[in-house]
């Protein structure tokens, strides 16, 4: 996966491109070509395990889900036959961290 992103305040913008194997990106990008595949709504500082309980109990089945480091948790909900992209949502986002490069310098 090659992955991107930029934060235009208030927007943070991520662009990912599967580039191997199999991912559930990829699965989208076969599923419905290409576009949207996620829309993020974090909530720093939250208990992610309690996050997706509420999320779980609105019907909102986790798809995957993931850690960065030691404090953020995220994970994908299945949103799609509602609101026809995935939901991302979370205790934290990889934004928040240092970059390891910077354009422009």
Excluded at 63 to 82: H, K, V
């Amino acid at each position: 996966m090659i992955g991107a992103e930029a934060h235009v305040e208030p927007v943070d913008v991520e662009l990912i491109q599967p580039v191997e194997g199999p991912s559930i990106y990829k699965e989208w990008l076969d599923k419905h070509g290409e576009g949207v595949h996620h829309i993020a709504c974090m909530k720093v500082g939250r208990d992610a395990t309690e996050l997706l309980k509420q999320f779980d109990a609105l019907g909102m089945k986790e798809l995957m889900s993931g850690s960065i480091g030691e404090t953020i948790r995220y994970f994908y909900l299945d949103t799609e036959p509602t609101l026809k992209f995935i939901l991302e949502s979370g205790s934290g986002h990889a934004i928040d961290l240092k970059p390891t490069y910077v354009y422009p310098s």
